[in-house]
């Protein structure tokens, strides 16, 4: 090929990625992918762990990427309503890159451990405080049918008093 094949191939691209942006492609993607390059990230530090390339602490920032890019991704693709839900899991994040270290590392350190736990914690009290609140008055209907339920048929077959 001569050089002016490879200029007119080079032209003929400019073009093509000059009409795509006016068209709103580019934006389009960049604003519904942005969280793939995230988990891309955290995959990817990841692999090079697992590849023996990269050292055990590697494993703190591959989790949180991995969650955070995966919760992103999420709201991105169904709605940034769900966050007033799924917050927590910004506190989770770091517990499932600690947990990793530990369970990876072979000197196995405890504080790391420690405070993956009581992240964990954090995040399952932050999630139990969301379904009370977002869920309560369905939680007291289910109890008030049980309740009734175990009244009516429940206490009937035992032996009266």
């Known amino acids: 090929m001569s050089r002016q094949h490879y200029a007119g191939i080079a032209l003929l691209g400019a073009g093509l990625v000059i009409l795509l942006g006016k068209m709103g492609f580019f934006s389009f993607i960049g604003s519904v992918l942005w969280p793939v390059a995230l988990l891309v990230g955290g995959i990817l530090l990841h692999v090079l762990y697992f590849g023996r390339l990269l050292p055990t602490a590697t494993l703190v920032p591959a989790g949180i990427l991995s969650v955070y890019g995966l919760l992103f991704l999420?709201?991105?693709?169904?709605?940034?309503?769900?966050?007033?839900?799924?917050?927590?899991?910004?506190?989770?994040?770091?517990?499932?890159?600690?947990?990793e270290y530990?369970?990876?590392?072979?000197?196995?350190?405890?504080?790391?451990?420690?405070?993956a736990i009581g992240l964990g914690?954090?995040?399952?009290?932050?999630?139990?405080?969301?379904?009370?609140?977002?869920?309560?008055?369905?939680?007291?209907?289910?109890?008030?049918?049980?309740?009734?339920?175990?009244?009516?048929?429940?206490?009937g077959r035992r032996s009266q008093w």
């Open 74 to 99: 999420f709201c991105t693709l169904f709605g940034w309503s769900f966050i007033h839900q799924l917050w927590p899991l910004l506190v989770f994040g770091p517990a499932a890159g600690l947990y």
């Open 102 to 115: 530990y369970a990876f590392d072979p000197f196995k350190p405890r504080m790391a451990l420690q405070l």
């Open 121 to 155: 914690v954090v995040t399952a009290v932050s999630f139990g405080f969301i379904l009370i609140t977002s869920w309560s008055i369905y939680l007291i209907a289910l109890l008030l049918i049980g309740a009734g339920a175990w009244l009516t048929f429940g206490r």
